[in-house]
């Protein structure tokens, strides 16, 4: 059975940090490209990083970049998502999710993140962020 269980949301203040985590369980996790996404109440979803754990390159969204980092454990099966100098448009339901069929340059972390979310094949329940100003 496929599982991703998020943890690490919280509610901090604007300039703060916070760390999530995804655990990933029921798939091979070596290979695949795993991602955070997130969304916001009354807005579509976006792609915020994604990373292939084959060789821990990464990708980011812009209104992130700088400040959000998404690194991954293969011994742990887990991605992290550290995200520092937090503002109140972070503000959102973060998601994480595997797509099993990424890992070149054809199909890898980028164009995961640029599809937005189509397409991945697993997806986790979500953990709530909370930034106040």
């Known amino acids: 059975q496929v599982q991703l269980v998020e943890s690490g949301g919280g509610s901090v203040q604007a300039g703060g940090s916070l760390r999530l985590s995804c655990v990933a369980s029921?798939?091979?996790?070596?290979?695949?490209?795993m991602a955070w996404f997130r969304q916001a109440p009354g807005k579509e979803r976006e792609a915020v990083a994604a990373?292939?754990?084959?060789?821990?390159?990464?990708y980011y969204d812009d209104p992130v970049k700088g400040r959000f980092t998404i690194s991954q454990d293969n011994a742990k099966n887990t991605v992290y998502l550290q995200m520092n100098s937090l503002k109140p448009e972070d503000t959102a339901m973060y998601f994480c999710?595997?797509?099993?069929?990424?890992?070149?340059?054809?199909?890898?972390?980028?164009?995961?993140?640029?599809?937005?979310?189509?397409?991945?094949?697993?997806w986790g329940t979500g953990t709530l962020v909370t930034i106040s100003s």
């Open positions: 999710a595997a797509d099993s069929f990424c890992g070149d340059d054809v199909h890898g972390p980028r164009q995961v993140v640029e599809l937005g979310g189509y397409g991945m094949d697993y």
């Open positions: 029921g798939f091979a996790y070596s290979s695949v490209c």
């Open positions: 990373i292939y754990t084959g060789d821990d390159t990464t």
